[in-house]
């Protein structure tokens, strides 16, 4: 199974607002309400920010909101702040019962 | 306190065997899969494989299907990544994860180096 597809990098300055794109396919993100996201900055384990398309964990910023449309996943950070700085991964379980992690997005706070 | 602890860097030859490990603490290890994720030097994450400690059933990414072995040993809390026959393309970080409605908890990885 390939990869989901998000942008290679994407920026903002700070106290703006970017939305990465996750796209797959209606064998894994149409086809249920399972795409997660994760925050994971160089050299640390990855952190898990939202679930079940649109869920925030608690204790994660409310800056951090999840949409879909279709076979296309979004996370959108708002009020980006300079530790925002990090890779962002989206991740979809699939028909086959697996799981499939997106490309990876860099976000640089400008 | 919730937590997955891994095992130490390993530095290892072509062709050597390898079993790295993930012990859980602060919660019922049965009740939630263990995720094994790997991430090449400069890559991104890839979603290897699961197991159920509960019953040890498997499902694994066709990518990694007859590569490596996951598996568990639920007396002491413990998840297993092993290979058979390492390459140098098998040199990665591995991170175990807690599944449950995502990847809610992490090990803080284990550095895998095959070089000759």
């Known amino acids: 199974q390939s990869a989901l597809n998000q942008p290679a990098s994407q920026s903002g300055s700070p106290g703006q607002s970017i939305t990465i794109s996750c796209t797959g396919t209606s064998s894994d993100v149409g086809s249920y309400n399972l795409v997660s996201w994760y925050q994971h900055h160089p050299g640390k384990a990855p952190k898990f920010i939202i679930y079940g398309d649109t869920e925030r964990p608690s204790g994660v910023s409310d800056r951090f909101s999840g949409s879909k449309s279709g076979n296309t996943a979004s996370l959108t950070i708002s009020g980006l702040q300079a530790e925002d700085e990090a890779d962002y991964y989206c991740?979809?379980?699939?028909?086959?019962?697996?799981?499939?992690f997106g490309t990876g997005t860099k976000v640089t706070v400008l | 306190e919730v937590q997955l602890v891994q095992s130490g860097a390993e530095v290892k030859k072509p062709g050597e065997s390898l079993r790295i490990s993930c012990k859980g603490s602060g919660y019922t290890f049965t009740i939630y899969w263990i995720t094994w994720v790997r991430q090449m030097p400069g890559k991104g994450l890839e979603w290897m494989g699961r197991?159920?400690?509960?019953?040890?059933?498997?499902n694994y990414s066709p990518s990694f299907e007859g590569h490596v072995t996951i598996s568990v040993d639920k007396s002491i809390s413990t998840a297993y990544l092993q290979w058979s026959s390492l390459k140098a393309s098998d040199t990665a970080m591995y991170y175990c994860?807690?599944?449950?409605?995502?990847?809610?908890?992490w090990g803080q990885g284990t550095t895998v180096t095959v070089s000759s």
């Open positions: 197991i159920d400690p509960s019953d040890s059933y498997t």
């Open positions: 994860a807690r599944q449950d409605n995502g990847m809610d908890v």
């Open positions: 991740c979809s379980y699939t028909r086959s019962g697996t799981y499939v």
